[in-house]
């Protein structure tokens, strides 16, 4: 408030009087670190717990990191350079060997950033900028050696991976969408509603024989089916341009009939040319029969390593309490280590038993099958109940 006189002049007297009572008034910030925070360095987990379990009990610490010793080393060399920050006069920098032990706990465990709060001694919101840094250093650091783009000789040994562990000729993949559980984005309105009326964004995955994923997409509406995740992918736009390093029709092993190289996938695909799915309705007969079950074991594969995700990466048990973006970060960089811890640690097989917090789709798209790409599954229906192609236990199995 200023006072005037009668001429209109400012009262500089009472100016200063505010000025003095705001500033009286005024809370003054009573430290620069909170005293949680400041005991970081003498009783933060990175310190108390950590370097303990890594000097003195390595299984302990493949439990607590979700990764061996040798392969937590290997990463920190990967990704230290980009995460190594300058210390300053007013603080040092937290070092990348914390950060990535920050971050792996968050991912491992589904402790919420709070909890690291309190866990590790640092601010709530300096979790969530190390997590998120953290995680897109890894995607981008190593997408490259962990999710390759498919050559010519890595397509032709999936396709043996597969016929040597599902009795699956000729295939690329087992293609399959998940929903991963979200809190509701504001101002998103129902995008990110899914059929099961829980908000979710849709992670598209394929896997091969080995528990492995070649390819992901991540960060679609919860809204959309699994056929329209399929349709709007690079995977997709690749197949159909003929851009994908797919080989060219090779004869069945045992027999002179030439069929194409393709993904297989559930009903919630449509088919194609380099897309199989298995046969809808009830009343089937044999042949079509004895084709969904050796289709569903090629296609188990994608579903298993959806369970030795989430089993591992226990963020994805609970719905993600991040933005949208950061989601996104998370379930990409998940999906990296997957396959790196899968490729030099192994996976545990009661893993691969449930997939708990990722939810299947419903597909309400009719699409009309082709009869140009039916063939192909009704020569592989054929093949599978030849003497070349079958194997002694399906017909018990169906």
């Excluded at 736009?237 to 190289?261: F, H, M």
């Excluded at 995700?309 to 609970?318: A, M, Y």
């Amino acid at each position: 408030m200023v006072a005037f006189f009668k001429d209109g002049s400012c009262t500089h007297s009472c100016v200063c009087v505010m000025g003095y009572l705001y500033l009286k008034r005024k809370r003054k910030r009573r430290t620069w670190v909170h005293e949680i925070n400041a005991a970081r360095p003498t009783h933060g987990h990175f310190v108390t717990l950590y370097r303990p379990l890594r000097e003195r009990d390595p299984a302990k610490f493949f439990n607590y990191m979700r990764m061996s010793i040798a392969s937590f080393d290997e990463l920190l060399s990967r990704v230290r350079e980009p995460l190594t920050k300058r210390d300053t006069n007013m603080r040092p920098a937290i070092p990348p060997e914390e950060m990535i032990v920050i971050t792996l706990r968050y991912l491992g465990s589904g402790c919420s950033l709070k909890d690291l709060h309190y866990s590790f001694r640092v601010g709530r919101s300096t979790a969530g900028e190390i997590v998120r840094k953290v995680c897109q250093t890894i995607w981008e650091t190593m997408k490259g050696e962990c999710l390759p783009r498919p050559t010519h000789t890595a397509c032709l040994e999936i396709a043996a991976g597969f016929w040597e562990r599902a009795n699956f000729p000729n295939c690329l993949g087992a293609v399959d969408g998940k929903h991963v559980r979200i809190v509701k984005p504001p101002h998103s309105g129902s995008l990110y509603q899914n059929y099961k009326h829980y908000f979710s964004i849709g992670l598209l995955a394929v896997s091969d024989a080995n528990y492995s994923f070649v390819y992901v997409d991540v960060g679609s509406y919860g809204k959309d089916s699994d056929s329209t995740l399929f349709r709007n992918s690079t995977l997709w736009n690749e197949i159909e341009s003929g851009t994908l390093n797919i080989p060219r029709p090779a004869p069945l092993p045992g027999s002179d009939v030439a069929v194409p190289y393709a993904f297989v996938g559930d009903e919630a695909f449509g088919l194609s040319t380099h897309l199989l799915r298995s046969y809808s309705g009830t009343h089937l007969t044999v042949k079509k029969r004895v084709f969904n079950y050796r289709l569903s074991r090629a296609r188990r594969y994608v579903e298993c390593s959806f369970g030795i995700l989430t089993n591992k990466w226990r963020i994805l048990h609970r719905p993600l309490d991040v933005n949208v973006d950061f989601c996104v970060d998370i379930v990409k960089c998940c999906c990296i280590l997957h396959n790196y811890v899968r490729a030099r640690d192994g996976f545990n097989f009661d893993d691969t038993l449930t997939v708990v917090g990722l939810e299947d789709d419903v597909n309400y798209d009719i699409i009309a099958v082709n009869r140009y790409s039916n063939r192909y599954r009704d020569a592989l229906s054929n093949y599978f109940i030849s003497d070349a192609g079958e194997v002694p236990w399906q017909l018990g199995s169906i």
